[in-house]
Each structure stands twice: as structure tokens, then as C-alpha cells.
């Protein structure tokens, strides 16, 4: 079995202790630092600098960590953190920026909750939220807001960001402040610096940023309920980087059998690689290799949780293919039916295999050709991701839950009522409904668009939403508003009305 690793949290001021000295003045109200975080793990220091980036531990460009927080262990494989951080990619650029709800804090902490199912420090995540309750904090939302418009808009243009090298601003950066006679003025209190990145040096190894992913959601669009939106499929990357620590794993967990799993697992890499485009049947074994894996329930724990991870990260792949579409969905839908009974309803500990299990489904959903197996796991598949919505305490399977509802939204035949779309709005209405602050802003997201497209020409469905929540347009809304005051969210609040 593989060792697990240790997840620290590195904690950096950005301000360099000037946040200490010169908050009561500008803020009217003390703040210790303005943090910066990096997530490290797999002997690597993991953050969000403009993109997604990585390097040697305590060796950034933010200088040496103010403190160090032991965050646990995560027995989560690192080709399948790799994987699951690269598709988080485009949740996190300087178009997703927001000082308020979506910045460097953030990120960490959705790290640490894949790796290790916790949160980061409330103080260093409600940082934002500490200033906008000062005094002054009326004046600095507008100046947020403002700042964060401009950077939003020459990103997605395309164009020069003022701080594109310097990576998302903190509320220290050293912007021309407009005169407010609330605060002291510039005689008495000096500007503090930019928090800049500095050009690598020798000792000093630049960050490597991680690859793209195919799938996400972007903000590119201005009208985000658009008519040609497109299914979110989890299909970037490769099984390939999995294979050597999987032979292993059979090795060390059923070394009788690992010769001839080996055999087939390179078998399924050849198959992948030449299906994406054919109707060609893979060999039996490689469906004998899953089904074993998926339907042997009773010998999962937490010593052989890596296999079952390892072959749900190559599951989403094979069902996209058109031949083992049709027989998951037909002849062997016993296996998608196990997985979704069993391994979506996990203990907190396998969250990453809830993760990855709703993955699975969300592919299916995105797929035409297992249109009436869907129809017929529909009630199913949408009762567990209403209660991973409402229940759950890690943002990851909030967010594949919150996209195999906007999947199936999108299947769903334009302008006609029927239980299986009633069942969805119920479930949007039930979710979206309770506190904000405890689902992430992804997932909130994924859930406004999925009503969006539900209610888009359907009267009835309109009718009856109104019904359910009559309440939504005066106060659901303006929670909302209230929790994610800027950015794609307050934008697509516009576009939804019942």
C-alpha cells in the first residue's frame, strides 16, 4: 500500500507585516497579516498565482511562510491529485478571480478538502469577508468591485491585466486609491507595496503551471444561459501516468493475478487510445477487469481504496466510448447501478471515490447513446445529488453533483413537463434554497445554470417553480446576491426569473 502523505498548509503576509502596523488606520479594525497559502503535498508546494501553479516547498516567489499548519494526511494517490487539479484549471485564472469568494484561500482550501476532507483556518479563509465588516468596509467593497471588473474584463479580452505577472491582487496591493475622507490621507499613512513575483533565480526555480483541462465551465460568454451550451464531460488527461503505481498496487494487493492484470491494463491503454473515433468492442477482459473491481463491494477498505479510485479515473474514460455505452447501460447496468448505490454513498473518507463515482454518471448523462438508461436511473441519480448538494461538507462532489444535474437539464427535451424534469426543479428548488454559504460557488453555479435551461420555454415548469418557491426572486436571490457579490454568479441572477 502505498505511504500516505503529509498535507501542510505554508501561510505567507503579504503585506510583510505591514497589515499589523497600519490596519487600524486604514481599516479601522486590526487585521494580522494578508495571507497568501499554499497547499504542500507529494513533497510540492501547490497554489494559485494567476493559474494554477507548482514548485519546491517554502521556495516561491512569496518569500518564506509567516507559519507552517500540519493539515493531515491524504492517502489519495498523486497521479490522481494531478489529474483532479488539472481539471480544476479553469475554475482558477485571472477571469475566475475574486477577492471576495473565489481567490489563493479558496483554492487551498478546496485542496485540502480533496486531500484530506477538512477546511483550511476560518480566519485565513474569511479574511475578505473581516475587511468588508471594518469600518471603512462599505469604501473597500466598491473599490474590490471595481478593480476586479477592470481585471476581469482585460482578461477575457485577452489583453495586458496589471497584475498579470504579479498573480491576483490582495487588498494591500498597491493600486492608486481614491481619495476617501473616511481614511487617513497619503501625508500620514506611506502606500504600501505591490505583492509582486518575482523572475526565478538559480535558487529560486520558476513555477510550473498545470495543463488545461478539455471540460468547465468558463465566463467567457456574456449571456450565460446560451442555446448551444454543452455538456460537461470529464475526459482530459490520460490513463497512462496511473498505470506503473496500479501494476504495483496488484502486485502488493493480488500478486497471483498481477501478471495477467498487467497484460490487460495495457491492453485498455491501447483501446483507449484507438476508440475515440470507432465503434470497436474492447477485449472481455477489460470489461472483466472493472466489473470485478466494481462489484467485489465487500472488500473496499481503506488499504485498497487506491485500486477503486484508480479504475473509476479510467471508467469515465471507457464509457464514452460508444460499445461500452451500450452494454453498461444494457446487459451489465447491475454495475452502474453498484456503483451508484454503493460508492456515492460512502463515508466521508472516501469522498474522492463520491467524487469520482458522480464523475462517472455526469459522462453518462453527457452521452446520447444511454438516453433510456438515464431515463430509467434518472429519480435515482437525482436524489443522490441532492442530498451530496444539501448534506455534503466537501465542495468536490458538490461540484460533479451539481454538474450531472446541469447535464441532465440539457438532455432534457426543450418546453415539456415531465416527472423526471419536475423532480430536477424540485431538487434545484430545495438546494438553492437553503444557505449559500455552505455550497460552493462552483456548484452554485452549475445549479443556476441548470435552472436556467430547466425554466428557458417551459410556462408549466415556470408555473410551478413560482409555486414552490415563491419566496425566490425576493429572498433567495438576494442572499445569494449578498454571498457572492461580484463576478459570474451576480451575473447570471439576472438572466433567471420566475
Not at 472483466?288 to 479510467?314: A, G, T, V
Request: aromatic share 8%; proline share 6%; glycine share 6%.
Amino acid at each position: 500500500m502505498e505511504a500516505p502523505s503529509r498535507v501542510t498548509l505554508h501561510v505567507y503576509d503579504l503585506s510583510q507585516g505591514l497589515a499589523r502596523q497600519l490596519s487600524m488606520g486604514f481599516l479601522g479594525k486590526y487585521i494580522e497579516g494578508v495571507w497568501h497559502t499554499g497547499i504542500v503535498a507529494f513533497n510540492r508546494e501547490f497554489f494559485w498565482g494567476g493559474v494554477i501553479q507548482e514548485s519546491k516547498p517554502g521556495v516561491t516567489t512569496y518569500g518564506s511562510p509567516t507559519k507552517v499548519i500540519h493539515l493531515g494526511e491524504t492517502h489519495i494517490p498523486e497521479d490522481i491529485f494531478r489529474e483532479w487539479l488539472s481539471e480544476k484549471t479553469k475554475n482558477y485564472d485571472l477571469s475566475t478571480y475574486s477577492l471576495l469568494s473565489n481567490n489563493c484561500n479558496n483554492f487551498s482550501n478546496e485542496v485540502c478538502q480533496f486531500l484530506c476532507g477538512s477546511d483550511i483556518p476560518g480566519d485565513i479563509l474569511n479574511l475578505p469577508m473581516e475587511v468588508l465588516n471594518s469600518p471603512n468596509g462599505g469604501f473597500f467593497r466598491q473599490l474590490i468591485t471595481q478593480m476586479e471588473n477592470g481585471m476581469r474584463q482585460q482578461a477575457l479580452a485577452g489583453g495586458p491585466v496589471n497584475q498579470a505577472q504579479q498573480g491576483p491582487p490582495s487588498i494591500f496591493s498597491g493600486y492608486q486609491m481614491p481619495q476617501n475622507p473616511s481614511l487617513p490621507s497619503s501625508s500620514t499613512t506611506s502606500q504600501l507595496p505591490p505583492s509582486t513575483i518575482s523572475q526565478p533565480t538559480p535558487s529560486q526555480p520558476a513555477p510550473q503551471p498545470i495543463p488545461a483541462p478539455v471540460a468547465s465551465i468558463t465566463t467567457s460568454q456574456t449571456t450565460h444561459l446560451t442555446s448551444d451550451a454543452k455538456c460537461l464531460i470529464s475526459d482530459s488527461g490520460s490513463i497512462v501516468p496511473f498505470l506503473p503505481k496500479l501494476k504495483q498496487l496488484y502486485a502488493t494487493l493480488r500478486p497471483s493475478d498481477a501478471q495477467n492484470k498487467s497484460a490487460t491494463l495495457d491492453s485498455l491503454k491501447i483501446y483507449l487510445e484507438e476508440s475515440k473515433s470507432t465503434e470497436k468492442e474492447p477485449e472481455e477482459k477489460i470489461y472483466q477487469l472493472f466489473d470485478e473491481i466494481f462489484l467485489d463491494y465487500n472488500e473496499l477498505n481503506k488499504s485498497n481504496s487506491s485500486l477503486l479510485l484508480n479504475h473509476l479515473f479510467m471508467f469515465r474514460f471507457l464509457i464514452l466510448r460508444s460499445a461500452p455505452a451500450i452494454r453498461y447501460t444494457t446487459t451489465h447496468k447491475h454495475v452502474l447501478n453498484h456503483i451508484f448505490t454503493h460508492f456515492i454513498s460512502l463515508e466521508d473518507t472516501f469522498s474522492t471515490v463520491t467524487t469520482m463515482s458522480f464523475t462517472v454518471a455526469s459522462n453518462l448523462f453527457g452521452s446520447d447513446r444511454t438516453r433510456i438508461f438515464l431515463e430509467d436511473s434518472a429519480e435515482q441519480l437525482i436524489t443522490l445529488a441532492t442530498r451530496q448538494l444539501s448534506d455534503g461538507k466537501s465542495k468536490p462532489p458538490q461540484q460533479v453533483a451539481a454538474g450531472l444535474l446541469y447535464n441532465y437539464s440539457l438532455r432534457l427535451k426543450k418546453g415539456i413537463e415531465d416527472s423526471n424534469s419536475v423532480l430536477v426543479l424540485t431538487s434545484l428548488i430545495t438546494v438553492t434554497d437553503a444557505d449559500p454559504i455552505q455550497i460552493d460557488e462552483e456548484a452554485t453555479y452549475r445549479l443556476l445554470l441548470t435552472l436556467g435551461h430547466l425554466l428557458k420555454g417551459n410556462d408549466d415548469l415556470r408555473a410551478l417553480a413560482k409555486e414552490l418557491a415563491p419566496d425566490f426572486e425576493d429572498m433567495t436571490k438576494k442572499k445569494m446576491r449578498e454571498t457572492f457579490p461580484v463576478g459570474r454568479i451576480h451575473e447570471l441572477l439576472r438572466e433567471i426569473t420566475l
